[in-house]
Nanobody
Framework: QVQLVESGGGLVQAGGSLRLQCAAS????????MGWFRQAPGKEREFVAGIDWRGGKTAYGDSVKGRFTISRDNGQNMVFLQMNSLKSEDTAVYYC??????????????????WGQGTQVTVSS
């Protein structure tokens, strides 16, 4: 399994932006599809965004389409989530996930093998 460390969370006002990043500890990062999920208190984990191993395919949850953008830098072993026009309902713990030999942008949590510890995002209204 690959170790994943998220950062970039914090407190932001509604309408603001945050950029999350996830660092992966592997020499073969370009073999992994990556994803972002989130979980708010009392709610189930929700798919946010996914990207394939080369960065050519992306997928987004319906609630974030047009506001969030996932990207990756295979040279730096990093994946990013740019979050714009944040809403109070975006408040959650955001998790980075990885899947080995990831040729698609996977949307199901069961498709991922490794998970980070999460970073809190709080949007105040």
């Amino acid at each position: 399994q690959v170790q994943l460390v998220e950062s970039g969370g914090g407190l932001v006002q509604a309408g603001g932006s945050l950029r999350l990043q996830c660092a992966a500890s592997t020499r073969t990062f370009n073999n992994y599809a990556m994803g972002w999920f989130r979980q708010a208190p009392g709610k189930e984990r929700e798919f946010v965004a996914g990207i394939d191993w080369r960065g050519g395919k992306t997928a987004y949850g319906d609630s974030v389409k047009g506001r969030f953008t996932i990207s990756r830098d295979n040279g730096q072993n990093m994946v990013f989530l740019q979050m714009n026009s944040l809403k109070s309902e975006d408040t959650a713990v955001y998790y980075c996930a990885a899947r080995l030999y990831g040729i698609q942008a996977y949307t199901d949590a069961a498709d991922y093998n490794s998970w980070g510890q999460g970073t809190q995002v709080t949007v105040s209204s």
